[in-house]
């Protein structure tokens, strides 16, 4: 199962990434190296939320990558936010 991914809200430059999304997937990279942090399938995006306060920008998405075909509503499976 896919855990909580956060980036902190203050970054250093060696901590600054380059969010792409395309027909395909969101790809989260990091900026210097370019190596993948996250990359997740549209087909897995549930819902989006963009909020702003100030200079602060927030993107949260809700997966359904949890989900497992023919999971209960008792199981343990279930959507992951992001």
Known sequence: MQQLKEL???TTPEQDSILS???RCL???WR???????R?????????SY???DA????ILKTGAGV???ATSRGTAGPEWL
């Open 56 to 59: 602060l920008h927030l993107l």
């Open 51 to 53: 909020l702003r306060d």
């Open 8 to 10: 902190p809200l203050q």
């Open 27 to 29: 790809l989260l990279t």
């Open 21 to 23: 999304l395309s027909a």
């Open 40 to 48: 997740i399938p549209t087909h897995e995006i549930a819902a989006a």
């Open 68 to 70: 497992r075909p023919g």
């Open 32 to 38: 210097d190296n370019e190596e993948l942090i996250l």
